[in-house]
């Protein structure tokens, strides 16, 4: 109806859900949860949209499980709720409106900036005090 509207809730199942912010205790749910599937996560949100299909496929063992794990983590909804109730294309939907609603990929354009002066000042620390010891 109103396309500029930024959709803030999703129907998982029979419940309508809330897109959450993702908090530093959400993404530390996360990052405990994710360990190495993390990768599969990422792949998918920066795969280009018309190759996402074969991407889930190639990786369908870990990513569906994993699709459904991260948004009961996200949704506080049990995964046997999800399990039983919600599709596929509402866990992705889910997830994609949480990343997008919570700006990722501005955020991980932010931290990239970030990175090299913040290794600059520590190289150049060190070698302020090596040179102190001199």
């Known amino acids: 109806m109103f396309p500029f509207i930024k959709k803030d809730r999703v129907q998982l199942g029979n419940k309508q859900i ?3 912010k ?4 959400r993404l ?3 990052t405990d949860h994710i360990g190495t599937i993390g990768d599969y996560l990422v792949k998918l949100f920066l795969t ?3 190759d996402r299909a074969v991407f889930i496929v190639a990786a369908a063992d ?3 499980d994993e699709i ?5 983590i996200l949704s506080d909804l049990p995964i046997d709720y999800l399990d039983e109730h919600a599709s596929f294309a509402e866990c992705t939907e889910f997830l994609r409106l949480t990343w997008e ?4 990929n501005a955020a991980l354009g932010n931290l990239n900036g970030l990175i090299p002066p913040m290794a600059q000042q520590f190289v150049q ?3 302020g005090r090596m040179q102190a010891k001199e």
């Open 18 to 20: 809330e897109i959450p």
């Open 22 to 25: 993702l908090t530093r205790t």
């Open 48 to 50: 280009p949209e018309n």
């Open 28 to 30: 530390k749910k996360l």
């Open 101 to 104: 609603i919570n700006d990722i």
């Open 68 to 72: 459904y794990e991260l948004t009961s």
């Open 62 to 64: 870990v990513a569906i």
């Open 125 to 127: 620390s060190i070698v």
